[in-house]
């Protein structure tokens, strides 16, 4: 079955969608509209295959179907029941999920079960498998609308097949390539001062190299009527977007301070097949003396919140902000991301950089602030 030009919903980090927007763009999609945590696009039926292979910022790729002033479950239902069965196909198994923000008269399991039981009976041929369905139809209602669409990815692209060590505070990747995406770094050289399990380093160096997000998995699409392998293929074969700068090793660096996590890098740039352009580092940041200036840093500093030392931070960021004239080249930027955006800022305006931008969003449950900027 093939489908022409189309509407694709796409999730992403929340309060970062202008930066996933911006990447889907240089992948080919045509940006629409901006909501929290999604961004809508249009492109053609190969778009899905290219941006779950390319797109390190996105988490899901939606096909979508239709949206809907909703204000009761009887809108939720006529919804439902006009989706185009074709793209479900005869025969087929199928699941609802539903997520659900705003105030409502019904939960987000009310919608998914309104919504499944208006599709069986529209559909003829199809059947509920809630385990292991061939297509999951995705219900979400935001505010008075409801999107309903359809998952070509399965498995949210955030979670990466390399990562065989996870430290207790890590960053979700996608979220690291934003940070790296805001920086505006383009394949200069990167220091990533509180590397832990090595992300931030790891997604600078894959998207240097022009890897694929994922390399072994499944998707969704593959279950569809519309899949064409050949298609897939073509798409998945070359980077659509490389970067101008050749990868060199060294390049990219990250320094973490803690044995254990240094060690839990390692074995994530070996899975990664990163170790020959990452340079890792067993040290202090706030003491390491660098043998060379960096024109980027990016990074995702301790916190607070696991240790209860949010008052201590302020004493680390005013440290690793002094630092940074002795590690940045002139004109260099840095980004670091933190619940404590403003004492960062403070430290960073007080070491005499240039605040150019607080970018506010979600990482996990967690409100952050994402500062970025520059040494003048």
């Known amino acids: 079955m093939a489908r022409e030009a189309g ?13 996933s927007a911006a990447e889907a763009e240089e992948l080919g999609a045509h940006p629409v509209e901006l909501r929290e945590g999604r961004v809508i696009v249009e492109g053609g039926a190969r778009l899905m295959y290219r941006l779950n292979a390319w797109a390190r910022t996105i988490h899901r790729v939606l096909l979508l179907v239709g949206r809907f002033r909703v204000e009761d479950l009887r ?19 199928f699941a609802v999920r539903s997520e659900r923000s705003g105030v ?6 009310d919608v998914a079960s309104t919504v499944g039981s208006a599709v069986l009976a529209a559909c003829s041929g199809t059947r509920v498998d809630l385990e292991d369905p061939d297509v999951i139809i995705r219900a979400d209602v935001v505010g008075p609308e409801l999107f309903l669409s359809i998952d070509t990815t399965g498995e949210s692209l955030h979670i990466r097949e390399w990562r065989r060590f996870n430290h207790p505070s890590s960053i979700k990747p996608s979220l690291a390539s934003a940070l790296i995406r805001l920086s505006g770094w383009r394949g200069d050289s990167l220091l990533d001062a509180f590397a832990g399990g090595a992300t931030i380093p790891i997604e600078a160096a894959l998207r240097w190299m022009g890897r694929r997000v994922h390399e072994r998995r499944d998707y969704a699409y593959r279950r569809l009527p519309m899949y064409d392998p050949a298609a897939e293929e073509e798409e998945r074969g070359s980077d659509p977007s490389p970067l101008p700068v050749p990868p060199r090793a060294g390049e990219i660096v990250g320094v973490e301070v803690k044995p254990k996590y240094y060690e839990g890098a390692l074995k994530n740039l070996d899975a990664s097949g990163t170790s020959g352009i990452v340079r890792m580092i067993l040290g202090d940041s706030l003491r390491w003396r660098p043998e060379r200036r960096f024109r980027f840093v990016v990074t995702n500093p301790p916190y607070g919140v696991r240790s209860g030392g949010r008052k201590r931070v302020a004493g680390l960021y005013r440290r690793f902000a002094s630092r940074l004239p002795e590690i940045l080249e002139p004109g260099g930027i840095a980004v670091a991301v933190t619940t404590e955006h403003r004492q960062m800022a403070e430290a960073l305006s007080s070491a005499g950089l240039r605040v150019l931008e607080v970018r506010k969003g979600r990482h996990g449950r967690l409100w952050v602030g994402a500062v970025k900027a520059a040494l003048v």
Do not use: K, Y
């Open 75 to 93: 809108d939720v239902r006529d919804a439902g029941s006009g989706i185009d069965c074709g793209i479900i196909g005869h025969g087929r198994t």
């Open 7 to 19: 509407q694709f919903l796409l999730t992403c980090t929340t309060g970062f969608e202008e930066i």
């Open 104 to 109: 409502h008269p019904f939960t987000s399991m």
